[in-house]
């Protein structure tokens, strides 16, 4: 984007929000369908046609902050990326290429072929590579779930999130990827349990349960037979349902017998069954999941890692669907290090919960709503309570777009 000295200013057509006035196309397909030069977007209507004219716009600035109430509830200083904007397509193309590379061994697996191991391998670096880069956008793809691919997109989730604790933790490269392994592979096992116990609706039975607990030792064997795999994730395969206490599965070992890897790797595998929907139980909220987690350090997990994993992901990570104290619902983008309890959120629904212009509210910066009162985060909720569809956001490249921002 480039400003020019009349006060216009170039965007892409799919930065174009309600109540922007568009005062020139550029290299448009076809003739205008609209009456006037100077176009003031009303609804999504005129985006949708705009968005099909041509590639880039050039919009009045001026206009914008003269004009009041141009963009609804509140003015706008700005319009700005989100942080990892710039990047986030590829980083989104790799945790989706390492997504859908898991999902093709977890058949191989179920299936008894052999798998790749160097596909693995090289999947996992280029996913530790973003995580490096954009910490923050991997982060967000971590939270767009779907029940009907758990054990897949877990899998990648407890890889990313493993990775995201060992850069915390200011691990090597080399292990970084050879963590990275273990949280995408930590699961295999589960492909060897009858579909009929993985895939139960309702509580499991006694001897159900026991058959199921027996994916640490399939895991343990699949990978035991794979050539050139990575042998630490033999054992984080075996051991991330044990405790330090001694008081987890399958053989009851206590803290002295589990491996660095494997401690870290229980904590965010733990965190990330809480808080993902199951057929046989909801997802619980951000918050309630770290709450399992502080209550069950140095009995369950390592203290520390609960701790470092807490100082990585904060209170509200991006990707969180939050409910403010002004009744307007959105995810949050970015995270405040100074203050972890403001963080920055593009605004999705308005006070009654119906969708609107997406804005960023930066609540580190801006204090108080349109009423005047003092801004701040009433709950963190679930996307499916308000039927929105994170996942359709990040489809339509909402996470790449800019903003107006909240002044």
Same mark, same amino acid.
């Given at each position: 984007?480039?400003?020019?000295?009349? /006060?216009?200013?170039?965007?892409?057509?799919?930065?174009?929000?309600?109540?922007?006035?568009?005062?020139?196309?550029?290299?448009?397909?076809?003739?205008?369908?609209?009456?006037?030069d100077? *176009?003031?977007?009303?609804?999504?209507?005129? *985006?949708?046609?705009?968005?099909?004219?041509?590639?880039?716009?050039?919009?009045?600035?001026k206009?914008?902050?003269?004009?009041?109430?141009?963009?609804?509830?509140?003015?706008?200083?700005?319009?700005? %990326?989100?942080?990892?904007?710039?990047s986030?397509?590829?980083?989104?193309?790799?945790?989706?290429?390492?997504?859908?590379?898991?999902?093709?061994?977890l058949?191989?697996i179920?299936?008894?072929?052999?798998?790749?191991v160097?596909a693995?391998?090289?999947?996992?670096?280029?996913?530790?590579?973003?995580?490096m880069?954009?910490?923050?956008?991997?982060?967000?793809?971590?939270?767009?779930?779907?029940?009907?691919?758990?054990?897949?997109?877990?899998?990648?989730?407890?890889?990313?999130?493993?990775?995201l604790?060992?850069?915390?933790?200011?691990?090597?490269?080399?292990?970084?990827?050879?963590?990275?392994?273990?949280?995408?592979?930590?699961d295999?096992?589960?492909?060897?349990?009858?579909?009929?116990?993985?895939?139960?609706?309702g509580?499991?039975?006694?001897?159900?349960?026991?058959?199921?607990?027996?994916?640490?030792?399939?895991?343990?064997?699949?990978?035991?037979?794979?050539?050139?795999?990575?042998?630490?994730?033999?054992?984080?395969?075996?051991?991330? %349902?044990e405790?330090?206490?001694?008081?987890?599965?399958?053989?009851?070992?206590?803290?002295?017998?589990?491996?660095?890897?494997?401690?870290?790797?229980?904590?965010?595998?733990?965190?990330?069954?809480?808080?993902?929907?199951?057929?046989?139980?909801?997802?619980?909220?951000?918050?309630?999941?770290?709450?399992?987690?502080?209550?069950?350090?140095?009995?369950?997990?390592?203290?520390?890692?609960?701790?470092?994993?807490?100082?990585?992901?904060?209170?509200?990570?991006?990707?969180?669907?939050?409910?403010?104290?002004s009744?307007?619902?959105?995810?949050?983008?970015?995270?405040?290090?100074?203050?972890?309890?403001?963080?920055?959120?593009?605004?999705?629904r308005?006070?009654?919960?119906?969708?609107?212009?997406?804005?960023?509210?930066?609540?580190?910066?801006?204090?108080?709503?349109?009423?005047?009162?003092?801004? /701040?985060?009433k709950?963190?909720?679930?996307?499916?309570?308000?039927?929105?569809d994170?996942?359709?956001?990040?489809?339509?490249?909402?996470f790449?777009?800019?903003?107006?921002?909240?002044?």
């Amino acid at each position: 984007m480039k400003d020019k000295d009349d /006060g216009w200013l170039r965007i892409h057509v799919y930065e174009l929000r309600v109540g922007m006035c568009v005062c020139r196309l550029e290299d448009p397909r076809q003739d205008s369908p609209f009456l006037f030069d100077r *176009i003031v977007i009303e609804n999504q209507a005129d *985006i949708k046609t705009l968005q099909d004219l041509c590639d880039y716009v050039y919009i009045d600035v001026k206009w914008q902050k003269a004009s009041a109430g141009a963009i609804p509830t509140r003015g706008t200083d700005s319009i700005k %990326h989100l942080s990892f904007a710039r990047s986030f397509n590829q980083t989104a193309n790799t945790f989706y290429r390492t997504g859908n590379l898991i999902k093709t061994v977890l058949d191989d697996i179920r299936f008894g072929n052999q798998f790749s191991v160097s596909a693995v391998k090289q999947a996992v670096a280029e996913t530790v590579d973003k995580v490096m880069e954009n910490p923050d956008a991997m982060l967000l793809l971590t939270q767009l779930k779907d029940q009907d691919q758990y054990t897949a997109q877990h899998s990648m989730n407890v890889c990313v999130l493993s990775i995201l604790l060992g850069r915390e933790l200011k691990l090597s490269l080399d292990e970084l990827n050879k963590l990275g392994f273990c949280g995408l592979m930590h699961d295999v096992g589960k492909m060897k349990v009858p579909l009929e116990i993985l895939n139960k609706p309702g509580r499991l039975e006694d001897d159900e349960m026991a058959v199921m607990r027996q994916h640490t030792l399939h895991g343990r064997n699949v990978l035991m037979s794979a050539r050139n795999a990575y042998p630490g994730a033999v054992d984080v395969a075996y051991a991330h %349902h044990e405790h330090l206490a001694g008081t987890g599965y399958p053989r009851g070992l206590g803290k002295s017998a589990l491996s660095l890897f494997t401690r870290l790797v229980a904590v965010v595998d733990t965190y990330d069954a809480i808080t993902s929907d199951r057929v046989y139980q909801k997802g619980k909220p951000h918050l309630e999941a770290l709450g399992i987690l502080v209550k069950g350090m140095n009995q369950h997990y390592e203290a520390n890692f609960v701790t470092q994993f807490i100082n990585c992901i904060g209170f509200y990570p991006q990707g969180n669907l939050v409910e403010l104290s002004s009744g307007e619902v959105g995810i949050v983008v970015e995270q405040n290090k100074a203050d972890r309890l403001k963080p920055k959120i593009l605004l999705i629904r308005d006070h009654n919960h119906q969708p609107m212009a997406e804005r960023i509210l930066d609540l580190a910066v801006t204090g108080t709503d349109m009423n005047g009162n003092r801004y /701040g985060i009433k709950q963190v909720i679930r996307p499916q309570d308000y039927a929105i569809d994170l996942s359709q956001y990040c489809r339509d490249g909402k996470f790449s777009q800019a903003y107006p921002v909240v002044s």
